[in-house]
């Protein structure tokens, strides 16, 4: 039998998360996906401090970003490879009241550091802003995809890695540790976004769908070195390409993609940008979502050695690495968690 500290069931941002906190503290552990879930895979990966539809300040940004780009940092290093593309994000204006709003939130004392009080003019013709833009500070996109493509084969090569579908039905519980398969394990972390709606142990927790499609369109003529937030996000990537996104969708639990998504977007492109562009691309996720648009943290009421680590919403890029680093401290040495992420909030 294999004695492991760990098994971790998910390998997205919560599942990347949390095993290098367990690296990072010299823990032992397996990691199970079977990428039935791809919310991660297909993230436009933006990390950005500040909710731009109404100016305020995201919970826990300045704590969150101290944590979280560090933490990509380290794993550029660990992999070799680019994942943190620090690009600025501009708002676009859509009139002067707009700008005036902006104003006066950069004044604000949890937005000052983010938010520049300059407005932006225009310089690029093949985008339409007649009011111009306001920069967003501290911003930037994680290429997810190949973070999570690398670090599978990171753990591969350390044999931490299993492609099998977890059985739940299979896991043995006994008061210390954790049977499945012919591997022992003190802790089970369970991080399966989406997929938690089939886990018997925390199903009753309120996660609910919030399907995501992106476009990827090639514009060479859009010449575009920000990520521009207006309506939708308009990203830049490699080879004059941008991804458009994303939808929202309270309903559809498939990745199947849409076409009613793909007019969604290029109807709010039309007014955006005014270059030729092709759509190349088009890829859908489910975000896992909590009413209270907090994350589903802590231990199982019962088995104290089950734990989740789920709802990263529509922010898992910068919330992943700072939830985990909690997790562990509540397994480790029973350090309470924020109230807020705990799912005893739902429990009482
Ligand atoms: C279109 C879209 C755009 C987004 N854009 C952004 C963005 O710009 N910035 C940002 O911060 N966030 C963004 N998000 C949100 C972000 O992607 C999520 O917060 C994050 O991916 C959640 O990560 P996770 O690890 O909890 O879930 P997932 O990425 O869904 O990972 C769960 C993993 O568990 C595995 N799994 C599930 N059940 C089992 C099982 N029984 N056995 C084995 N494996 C299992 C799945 O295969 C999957 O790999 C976006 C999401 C979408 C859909």
Known sequence: MKEVDYIIVGCGLAGISFCEELRANEKTFIVFDDESQQSSVVAAGLYNPVILKRFSPVWKAKEQLEIALPFYEHLENLLGVKLDHKLPVYRRFASVEEQNEWFNASDKPLLEDYLSPQIIKNEIDTVNAPFGFGRVLETGRVDTSALLKHYKL???????????????????????????????????????????????????????????????????????????????????????????????????????????????????????????????????????????????????????????????????????????????????????????????????
């Not at 648009?293 to 019962?302: D, F, Q, T």
Request: glycine share 6%.
């Open 154 to 348: 990171f753990l591969k090569t350390i044999n931490s890695y299993s492609t099998e579908t977890f059985d739940y039905s299979d896991l043995k519980l006994q008061h210390d540790f954790v049977i499945y398969e012919n591997i022992k394990s003190k802790f089970i972390v369970f991080a399966e976004g989406f997929g938690m709606v089939k886990n018997p142990f925390f199903k009753e927790l309120p996660l609910n769908v919030a399907k995501g499609e992106v476009l990827t369109i090639k514009a060479s003529d859009l010449k575009m070195a920000f990520i521009l937030k207006s309506s939708v996000f308009v990203v830049p990537e490699l080879d004059d390409c941008y991804s458009v996104g994303a939808t929202y969708n309270w309903e559809d639990t498939t990745h199947d993609i849409t076409e009613a998504a793909k007019m969604e977007l290029l109807d709010k492109l039309k007014g955006l940008i005014t270059c030729k562009y092709e759509v190349v691309d088009q890829v859908a996720g489910i975000r896992p979502t909590v009413k209270d648009r907090r994350p589903l943290v802590g231990r199982h009421p019962k088995y104290r050695n089950v734990a989740i680590l789920n709802g990263l919403g529509t922010r898992g890029v910068m919330i992943g690495p700072y939830v985990a680093k909690q997790l562990f401290q509540l397994l480790e040495n029973d350090l309470p968690l924020e109230e807020e992420i705990d799912i005893k909030r739902f429990q009482d």
